[in-house]
């Protein structure tokens, strides 16, 4: 005999009664604003609030922001809807300058069957195109790439300029005469309620991802970093006074993937390949020479002994360090020259010493940038035998000296004075969002979400960082702003239910390339 189920549960009604009292909810439990108002969240930052992921300005990642994240749990408190300029585009633009040809990174898989990381085809220049929706009507004011002074510079939207930025002029209420902040600034003050401004970041990490070569990139002053970050978050403020937010402040830069993924001794020769065994040799012979010079000053020039030592190049089989440019050491160019005026060396000779007067074996006191793993290894205008990193040093752009590691830390630990500072004097209204503690802690401690794990690398399926090790991805996105909500709740007595991290998109599994 077939049962009619749904008939079986209509008759248990029946039996039971005709109505059921459920018990009353806590009303201590239940989701509220608390002291804050979500009506209308506005968003004001650089890359880490666009949504930017793998390398790219992608719509993925932009739907994953932790703003858009953010206001979907805000949404249960009563909070509004939240608009993003979209940027439409499914793979994003990796080379502006190169006209776009390449898109957002991923993993896949090389021929010879190991994991790396690759480019897909761009957008051709779609995700720079000028945002065709209600300009008015955006929440989320956060521009890739913006440092704290540019936020509140015109020049940021005007095309003629040196510091122009095509991720805020698409959006730009008035290219050339507007300003980011300005904007966030006038949709706050058209009935916005609350906010989270997260500036900062780039005016330490661009100088850092960049090796700590001034040529690419440099630290703000303390001057100028104070000075517009006060500016800035006194616009915000005064747009709306009865507004109230979240501030957050700037990670430990040198934390991140980016400087964790490649490691200082990644030269290695197998034992037993006659190959590598032959390249070994060779390697030494070569470097011979230089080593020789280096006991020359030291032995008739009075050059630091221990200075010289850490110079030497030896290989042999297993790991060995990549051999970098370090320009915080002394350079030998002068007494090289000595050498060669001595008669000690020919000219000849001191010409080939020219490469490595500022050259030594890395050490694990040094970062090597992600970005290294692309040059390492390969041949020096092609050649087959002068090869970064073996042969001839790794550029200073691909690494981190621990001189320049503590240089970015003092200054991001006064970048960090400067905004708590700033939150402190308006503890009413605002809550610092302790970015430099997450991100240490998750490094070093890592995170277990509903027994899931989540760790500080790139590496899928458990990485909090996007393939381009500098960004978090859709879960890393979520678990912060986890951690934004928790604050939020202390703070304004609020109680904005949590999201699952777990239902956000971490890095994609390794594909065939």
């Known amino acids: 005999?077939?049962?009619?189920?749904?008939?079986?549960?209509?008759?248990?009604?029946?039996?039971?009664?005709?109505?059921?009292?459920?018990?009353?909810?806590?009303?201590?439990?239940?989701?509220t604003a608390g002291e804050a108002d979500f009506a209308k969240y506005i968003s004001i930052g650089n890359s880490l609030t666009?949504?930017?992921?793998?390398?790219?300005?992608?719509?993925?990642?932009?739907?994953?922001?932790?703003?858009?994240?953010?206001?979907?749990?805000?949404?249960?408190?009563?909070?509004?809807?939240?608009?993003?300029?979209?940027?439409?585009?499914?793979?994003?633009?990796?080379?502006?300058?190169?006209?776009?040809?390449?898109?957002?990174?991923?993993?896949?898989?090389?021929s010879d069957g190991d994991a790396t990381i690759v480019n897909k085809?761009?957008?051709?220049?779609?995700?720079?195109?000028?945002?065709?929706g209600s300009k008015t009507a955006l929440n989320n004011f956060g521009v890739p790439g913006l440092t704290i002074q540019a936020a509140l510079a015109p020049q940021t939207g005007d095309n003629t300029s040196q510091?122009?930025?095509?991720?805020?002029?698409?959006?730009?209420?008035?290219?050339?005469?507007?300003?980011?902040?300005?904007?966030?600034?006038?949709?706050?003050?058209?009935?916005?309620?609350?906010?989270?401004?997260?500036?900062?970041?780039?005016?330490?990490?661009?100088?850092?991802?960049?090796?700590?070569?001034?040529?690419?990139?440099?630290?703000?002053?303390?001057?100028?970093?104070?000075?517009a970050f006060n500016a800035g978050l006194t616009t915000v403020l005064d747009a709306n006074a009865t507004a109230k937010g979240i501030v957050g402040n700037i990670p430990d830069v040198t934390s991140i993937a980016y400087f964790h993924t490649v490691g200082w001794n990644v030269v290695e020769f197998e034992a037993g390949d006659p190959v590598a065994e032959g390249t070994i040799q060779l390697l030494n012979s070569n470097f011979a020479g230089f080593n020789n010079a280096l006991d020359a000053i030291v032995a008739y020039l009075g050059h630091n002994a221990a200075d010289a030592a850490r110079r030497k190049v030896s290989y042999s089989t297993g790991a060995n360090p990549i051999l970098i440019a370090d320009e915080s050491l002394t350079d030998l160019s002068a007494e090289f020259d000595m050498l060669?005026?001595?008669?000690?060396?020919?000219?000849?000779?001191?010409?080939?010493?020219?490469?490595?007067?500022?050259?030594?074996?890395?050490?694990?006191?040094?970062?090597?940038?992600?970005?290294?793993?692309t040059v390492i290894g390969t041949g020096v205008g092609g050649s087959p035998t002068i090869i970064y990193g073996v042969s001839y040093p790794l550029p200073d752009m691909y690494v981190l000296v621990p001189t320049e590691i503590e240089e970015i830390k003092e200054r991001v630990d006064t970048f960090n004075d400067i905004i708590e500072a700033g939150v402190a004097a308006h503890s009413d209204r605002l809550a610092l969002i302790d970015a430099y503690s997450?991100?240490?802690?998750?490094?070093?401690?890592?995170?277990?979400?509903?027994?899931?794990?989540l760790n500080a690398s790139l590496q899928p399926p458990y990485a909090f960082f996007s393939a381009d090790g500098i960004h978090p991805n859709g879960r890393g996105a979520a678990y912060m702003a986890n951690k934004m909500i928790t604050i939020i709740?202390?703070?304004?007595?609020a109680r904005v239910p949590l999201t699952n991290p777990n239902d956000y998109p971490g890095n994609d599994l390794p594909a065939t390339n």
Do not use: H
């Open 489 to 493: 709740n202390t703070k304004f007595n």
């Open 340 to 373: 060669k005026d001595a008669g000690a060396i020919t000219a000849q000779q001191r010409a080939a010493l020219t490469p490595y007067v500022q050259a030594r074996p890395a050490t694990d006191d040094d970062l090597i940038t992600l970005s290294a793993s």
């Open 121 to 132: 085809t761009g957008d051709g220049g779609a995700s720079l195109a000028a945002y065709s």
């Open 50 to 110: 666009a949504g930017y992921m793998d390398g790219a300005f992608y719509t993925r990642g932009q739907s994953n922001s932790f703003p858009s994240i953010l206001a979907k749990q805000f949404a249960l408190v009563g909070g509004g809807e939240f608009n993003q300029p979209d940027v439409n585009s499914e793979t994003g633009c990796y080379d502006i300058t190169g006209g776009c040809s390449k898109g957002r990174l991923y993993f896949a898989y090389d």
């Open 163 to 227: 510091f122009f930025n095509p991720y805020y002029a698409r959006f730009a209420s008035n290219p050339g005469t507007s300003t980011p902040i300005g904007d966030a600034s006038a949709a706050l003050a058209n009935g916005g309620t609350f906010f989270s401004f997260w500036l900062g970041n780039n005016d330490a990490i661009l100088y850092a991802i960049n090796g700590g070569d001034p040529a690419k990139a440099t630290l703000t002053s303390v001057v100028n970093f104070q000075a």
């Open 1 to 31: 005999m077939k049962l009619n189920i749904l008939k079986l549960l209509s008759m248990a009604a029946l039996v039971c009664g005709c109505s059921y009292d459920f018990p009353e909810a806590d009303p201590s439990t239940l989701p």
């Open 438 to 453: 997450i991100f240490t802690d998750l490094k070093t401690n890592g995170a277990s979400i509903n027994g899931i794990g």
